[in-house]
Nanobody
Framework: QVQLVESGGGLVQAGGSLRLSCAAS????????MGWFRQAPGKEREFVAA????????YYADSVKGRFTISGDVAKNMVYLRMSTLKASDTAVYYC???????????WGQGTQVTVSS
């Protein structure tokens, strides 16, 4: 099992920045990919960004490309999501997820709320 705990959410004005953190524990050696997803009220959960265990590969949704940056610290089992130039449409609950097999996410955090005021 892998446990994931997100932190760093909050209220920010449009155009501002925020950094989310995800702390992983447990059988982290089995994880190949870490990702961030989000779910806005009344909408389905959507992919935001992902990073390979080595940190050599990153992936982004088109909607956040150029504004969000995913990074990781393997030694500390931490993954971060730096969000800049935030928009009201970025308001959602953000979830950290871990996959043993790429894109097949087995483990999820409890989520952290990000609210962007316009």
């Amino acid at each position: 099992q892998v446990q994931l705990v997100e932190s760093g959410g909050g209220l920010v004005q449009a155009g501002g920045s925020l950094r989310l953190s995800c702390a992983a524990s447990g059988r982290t050696f089995s994880v190949s990919t870490m990702g961030w997803f989000r779910q806005a009220p009344g909408k389905e959960r959507e992919f935001v960004a992902a990073i390979s265990r080595s940190g050599g590969s990153t992936y982004y949704a088109d909607s956040v490309k150029g504004r969000f940056t995913i990074s990781g610290d393997v030694a500390k089992n931490m993954v971060y999501l730096r969000m800049s130039t935030l928009k009201a449409s970025d308001t959602a609950v953000y979830y950290c997820a871990a996959a043993r097999i790429t894109t097949h996410y087995d483990y999820w955090g409890q989520g952290t709320q990000v609210t962007v005021s316009s």
